[in-house]
T-cell receptor, first 118, second 112 residues
Framework: AQKITQTQPGMFVQEKEAVTLDCTYD???????LFWYKQPSSGEMIFLIY??????QNATEGRYSLNFQKARKSANLVISASQLGDSAMYFC???????????????FGKGTKLTVNP | EAQVTQNPRYLITVTGKKLTVTCSQN?????MSWYRQDPGLGLRQIYY???????DKGDVPEGYKVSRKEKRNFPLILESPSPNQTSLYFC???????????FGPGTRLTVT
């Protein structure tokens, strides 16, 4: 079974509008972390935002925020005021494992291609 | 400048010819990983290392070897490459568990 599911292969948004990219995850481990990465056409992987399973508040980083709904096992990325430069692939990822002696195994979703239209 | 470097960036080789892709980080990170990225599959972890001489398999370790003899270096070895290992490979490092992973620029490997 997939551990990270991104159901939107492609998304379109108008410049200056907000967009939500969906991510659901599956784990029985109470300690986990969720990441979002951006991959522009140039190919590099850019870290955007992180949410820990025990974090009380939703993570925010500038125009990026993470809508973390633990009971629903979802960690959607919200990009506010979209810019043309936001056009890229976006990957959701999860790290499982307990802090003490745990692994650093990161599992990625298949990604969502976001296109920002002028 | 804090960074993860990979070499080579592009490589075309033939089936069965052993190759090594190097990865080095200058941030004194404990954890390092290798991923491969294939269209429609996202990134899949090949191997990771929690410290010097400590490595473990990721999701797709078959056909690959790694070693971590120094903290800064984590080379990926393909002893007998096959065409199904044609892919884009990323090395990544992170200071501690739960922190973001810093990715290298990627190595595009083609095995004919």
């Amino acid at each position: 079974a997939q551990k990270i599911t991104q159901t939107q292969p492609g998304m379109f948004v108008q410049e200056k509008e907000a967009v939500t990219l969906d991510c659901t995850y599956d784990t029985s481990d109470p300690s986990y972390g969720l990441f979002w990465y951006k991959q522009p056409s140039s190919g590099e992987m850019i870290f955007l935002i992180y949410q820990g399973s025990y974090d009380q508040q939703n993570a925010t980083e500038g125009r990026y925020s993470l809508n973390f709904q633990k009971a629903r096992k979802s960690a959607n990325l919200v990009i506010s005021a979209s810019q043309l430069g936001d056009s890229a692939m976006y990957f959701c990822a999860m790290r499982e494992g307990r802090t003490q002696g745990g692994s650093e195994k990161l599992v990625f979703g298949k990604g969502t291609k976001l296109t920002v239209n002028p | 400048e804090a960074q993860v470097t990979q070499n080579p960036r592009y490589l075309i080789t033939v089936t069965g010819k052993k190759l090594t892709v190097t990865c080095s980080q200058n941030m004194n990170h404990e954890y390092m990983s290798w991923y491969r990225q294939d269209p429609g599959l996202g990134l899949r972890q090949i191997y990771y290392s929690m410290n010097v001489e400590v490595t473990d398999k990721g999701d797709v370790p078959e056909g690959y070897k790694v070693s971590r003899k120094e903290k800064r270096n984590f080379p990926l070895i393909l002893e007998s490459p096959s065409p199904n290992q044609t892919s884009l490979y990323f090395c990544a490092s992170t200071l501690r568990r739960g922190y973001e992973q810093y990715f290298g620029p990627g190595t595009r490997l083609t095995v004919t």
